[in-house]
């Protein structure tokens, strides 16, 4: 049976759940096309957040927002209690806390009870049945095993093969599976993304998840910004349209007002080691005595250490934006004081408006922000979604091709690694200006790669 086309509504209906910051949901909202008309938070501080901007005007007037826990809500009862139609709901969209998956410090698996919060989507999923979802999570899901094998005893180790279970990937292939199954069935398509890429002043990597009920093949767009410097390797790899160069950070504080910063800051003893660090440059840049002093066992590992001392530079992106800009070893110094960025930084870093208000302690709002999805990845996404809708709405769909397409994964330039910071026993310092040729990478090799779930 084909659906009858009909004109799309100028605004699609939106259901957030673990709505955190809002980033992703303010990027829809930046699209004109989309209407959030509840939101469902556990973190009492970021509900607040919610309602804040939303009787300042920030948000729909009439968004409704339910602070629970949604591991122990029922959907229907949920959204009963929200006086909402389930079936007046067109997109699904939202973040499950992600900790369990993260590739940055000691991993987890779904033995971590935060990592059945996917499956906490998928029930609403069922329920609500939307044309379209959205859920965006860290890289390290598409690599997360349902059962961890410690190093020491995998088969390299001289262990026993590794189960179904156990296999890299086996989280994201039973998700895709019983997602397939849910009532009317969903296609899948994954997207490997880096926000740089679509013009966040930030290097931040994030796996988007796009389903639908109609069996239809999702395209991302490709990258439109890339570096601002010319190589024979990025000329030969950047075909098609020319890409702008990625936003930095002097960008995006360029004429930020902010005459009483909140900062959750270094201590003195951290001050002392930043202080005699250059812009654009880290932990090399000091005596190797004080290194041994100020990092300890760190001192001797093999990786990992980039961010150690860390002072940023207002040339390029800002690396990822962590909850604590404060830790010695993934310190986000800012490039000309001596001192952590500030909450505004960080919320123009992520593209949050100038006016948005931050609820609850200084570190509640440092995780709002810190956690949060860039703005600008919920924007490009959002018209992606729009634009299927629309073709939906206009041409009409079939109802019966759900499984038309197996589950896919689509690696779109995620990993970028704008500089260098060592190199031949030297440490190699990001200047403001021309002349950085020996701290810059070559050219990215993968641009697009396609592989099965």
């Given at each position: 049976m084909t659906r009858m086309p009909k004109p799309p509504p100028e605004q699609y209906r939106v259901l957030s759940l673990f709505s955190g910051g809002m980033g992703l949901d303010l990027g829809l909202e930046q699209t004109g096309r989309y209407r959030t008309v509840a939101c469902i938070e556990k973190e009492p501080a970021f509900c607040e957040t919610i309602r804040q901007n939303r009787d300042a005007g920030r948000l729909p007037k009439d968004l409704r927002v339910m602070e629970a826990d949604l591991s122990k809500l029922d959907p229907a009862s949920a959204l009963d209690e929200l006086g909402i139609n389930p079936a007046s709901i067109d997109v699904?969209?939202?973040?499950?806390?992600?900790?369990?998956?993260?590739?940055?410090?000691?991993?987890?698996?779904?033995?971590?009870?935060?990592?059945?919060?996917?499956?906490?989507?998928?029930?609403?999923?069922?329920?609500?049945?939307?044309?379209?979802?959205?859920?965006?999570?860290?890289?390290?899901?598409?690599?997360?095993?349902?059962?961890?094998?410690?190093?020491?005893?995998?088969?390299?180790?001289?262990?026993?093969?590794?189960?179904?279970?156990?296999?890299?990937?086996?989280?994201?292939?039973?998700?895709?599976?019983?997602?397939?199954?849910?009532?009317?069935?969903?296609?899948?398509?994954?997207?490997?993304?880096?926000?740089?890429?679509?013009?966040?002043?930030?290097?931040?990597?994030?796996?988007?998840?796009?389903?639908?009920?109609?069996?239809?093949?999702?395209?991302?767009?490709?990258?439109?910004?890339?570096?601002?410097?010319?190589?024979?390797?990025?000329?030969?790899?950047?075909?098609?349209?020319?890409?702008?160069?990625?936003?930095?950070?002097?960008?995006?504080?360029?004429?930020?007002?902010?005459?009483?910063?909140?900062?959750?800051?270094?201590?003195p003893r951290k001050k002392g080691f930043l202080s005699m660090v250059p812009e654009g440059s880290n932990w090399r840049s000091l005596p190797e005595d004080v290194q041994k002093e100020s990092m300890g066992r760190a001192w001797l590992a093999k990786g990992g250490r980039s961010g150690w001392w860390r002072r940023l530079t207002l040339d390029l992106p800002c690396p990822t934006l962590v909850t604590m800009p404060n830790h010695a070893s993934t310190s986000l110094c800012h490039p000309i004081e001596t001192r952590a960025l500030s909450i505004r930084e960080y919320a123009r870093i992520q593209e949050f408006p100038d006016d948005w208000q931050f609820s609850g302690t200084l570190s509640k709002q440092y995780a709002q922000v810190g956690n949060a999805v860039p703005t600008r990845l919920g924007k490009v996404a959002g018209d992606v979604l729009a634009n299927e809708l629309d073709h939906i709405f206009e041409n009409g769909a079939p109802d019966d091709t759900a499984k038309s397409f197996e589950p896919r994964i689509v690696y779109l330039q995620s990993h970028v690694r704008t500089r260098q910071w060592f190199k031949g026993g030297e440490a190699l310092v990001w200047e403001n200006g021309d002349g950085n040729e020996k701290v810059r990478y070559a050219g990215l090799k993968t641009l697009r790669k396609l592989r099965s779930v």
């Open positions: 699904v969209v939202g973040g499950p806390p992600c900790q369990s998956f993260s590739t940055a410090g000691r991993r987890g698996t779904t033995q971590d009870p935060r990592g059945t919060l996917l499956w906490d989507f998928l029930r609403f999923i069922s329920y609500v049945e939307p044309k379209f979802f959205l859920m965006e999570n860290v890289r390290g899901l598409l690599s997360a095993a349902l059962k961890h094998r410690p190093i020491a005893e995998r088969p390299e180790k001289g262990g026993v093969p590794l189960s179904e279970e156990e296999m890299p990937g086996s989280v994201v292939r039973l998700f895709a599976k019983d997602l397939a199954t849910v009532n009317c069935g969903y296609h899948l398509d994954i997207f490997e993304v880096n926000a740089v890429n679509y013009g966040a002043p930030q290097l931040r990597e994030r796996a988007l998840f796009i389903g639908n009920k109609f069996g239809k093949l999702v395209e991302f767009p490709a990258p439109t910004h890339g570096p601002n410097h010319k190589t024979e390797a990025q000329q030969s790899l950047f075909e098609g349209p020319a890409l702008q160069p990625w936003r930095t950070l002097g960008d995006v504080l360029s004429g930020l007002n902010d005459p009483d910063p909140q900062i959750m800051d270094f201590s």
